[in-house]
């Protein structure tokens, strides 16, 4: 019998801590406490020091919430961690860095996981090396429990679930529009972003991974979906213009891999892709225009080394992230379009919508709840490395809309 229900660890960093601010907020620090005593949590990470102003911070005890030390680089202290507990939620980032390890040693000791990556590469990485072993030892690894990709994921799930309450069929086409959105960045993303960078310069067939818009299925899939658009376009359904979504090429992928993971339920010929909307008009176009090029000059410049230590000059520094006050301020739009096979009248359009910043606020809660869906929801998702919908789908969900100001609703 594990001790806690839940382990963050990175606690210390931006957005463990606000996790660890989130299930604090839910449940109490530690067992026993806040709105539901069932949960047991705790807290750890690298630095004990770091972990016990935390634990002061959100005004709990050394009883209530014991910190664990474990550090990347110690495999023991990890195993120690993991054998303690029926969930880790890891913010440990960059994910490609920090975090192989630890999904190792989760798949052999059969305990669930989530995380925050959006590492493409890394993640075909954990599938390859271990979605065996996990599989075997009733292991569920789930990669993306953010902004990227919850919203995508779970959007497609709950378009193709009124598609089929309401029509008996499944869409074969969902497109993904980002609508509106505020918030910030934080170190630790910024530092995924050039790590992610430096292990494509090192070895160019990451570049081949990432570009591949299957890249999470298994064995060697092809469907009809191709690379992610980078130009401005007109979308005849939602009538506006239209760029390329910069969290495209991670939430694509983990949809597909969902799919798969379920059986292809909407059909071999399914069709999914992400775009961010501009409005109707010239000045649509214009606005389209400059998100389509702006994409492209950064994908370019940051291939250089010299100009990505200059950028790093100006993005935060790990630990930093967006204040208080913007991640209230903060919110997020998009609309899913589930399109009916045969009649354009009975396509299913729904909105997903956060009330903090996509990025942290919102994020943090979404993270906070995966893990504690995985531990005691009662899922009988199997083993592997699955994603937020093959998972967790209904009762994430659920989750998500009751208590992390993350709604579904129909549009
Ligand atoms: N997908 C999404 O929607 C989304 C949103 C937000 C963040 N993220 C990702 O989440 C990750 C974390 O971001 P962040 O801004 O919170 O980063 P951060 O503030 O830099 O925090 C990183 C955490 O990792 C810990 N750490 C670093 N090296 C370690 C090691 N060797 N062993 C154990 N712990 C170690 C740090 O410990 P110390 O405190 O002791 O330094 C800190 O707790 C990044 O990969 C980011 O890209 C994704």
């Given at each position: ?216 299925n298994p064995g060697e899939e ?60 010239p000045v649509g176009f214009t ?125």
């Amino acid at each position: 019998m594990a001790d806690f229900d839940v382990i963050v660890w990175g606690a210390t960093g931006f957005t463990g801590r606000l996790v660890a601010e989130y299930l604090a907020e839910r449940h109490g620090p530690g067992e026993g406490g806040g709105t539901d005593a069932r949960v047991s949590w705790t807290i750890a990470g690298r630095n004990a020091k770091k972990l016990e102003t935390l634990r002061a911070e959100l005004g709990a005890t050394g009883d209530a919430l014991p910190v664990l030390v474990a550090n990347s680089s110690d495999v023991d202290s990890l195993r120690e961690m993991v054998r303690r507990t029926r969930v880790v939620c890891s913010a440990v980032g960059p994910y490609a860095k920090y975090g192989s390890d630890l999904v190792r040693v989760c798949a052999e000791e059969g305990v669930d996981y989530c995380d925050l990556a959006g590492e493409v590469h890394w993640m075909r990485r954990m599938i390859d090396e271990h979605e065996a072993t996990a599989g075997t030892n009733g292991a569920r690894i789930v990669h993306s429990c953010g902004f990227d990709c919850i919203p995508s994921d779970l959007g497609v799930h709950y378009v193709q679930r009124v598609m089929h309450e309401r029509h008996g069929v499944y869409a074969r086409e969902v497109k993904f529009r980002a609508l509106d959105f505020k918030g910030g960045m934080s170190g630790g993303t910024a530092d995924s972003m050039m790590y992610m960078l430096e292990e494509t310069e090192r070895d160019p067939g990451i570049r081949r991974v990432m570009q591949n818009p299957y890249a999470l299925n298994p064995g060697e899939e092809k469907g009809l979906d191709g690379p992610d658009s980078q130009a401005a376009f007109y979308d005849e359904d939602f009538h506006t213009w239209a760029g390329p979504f910069m969290m495209a090429g991670i939430n694509t992928r983990v949809v597909r891999r969902t799919h798969a993971l379920l059986g292809y339920p909407y059909g071999r010929d399914f069709r999914y892709g992400e775009a961010m909307l501009t409005k109707d008009g010239p000045v649509g176009f214009t606005s389209a225009v400059v998100v389509s090029m702006g994409s492209a000059a950064m994908t370019t410049m940051t291939t250089f080394p010299s100009i990505r230590h200059l950028l790093a000059r100006f993005v935060p520094k790990p630990g930093d992230g967006p204040s208080h006050a913007a991640r209230e301020a903060g919110y997020f739009k998009v609309a899913l379009l589930g399109k009916h096979p045969e009649d354009a009248d009975k396509d299913v359009l729904v909105d997903v919508q956060g009330d903090r910043d996509p990025g942290y606020g919102s994020t943090a809660r979404m993270l906070g709840e995966s893990a504690l869906c995985l531990a005691l929801d009662g899922l009988n998702s199997p083993g592997g490395i699955t994603t937020p919908a093959a998972s967790m789908g209904d009762a994430l969900l659920a989750r998500l809309s009751d208590h992390a100001g993350v709604t579904f609703s129909e549009g």
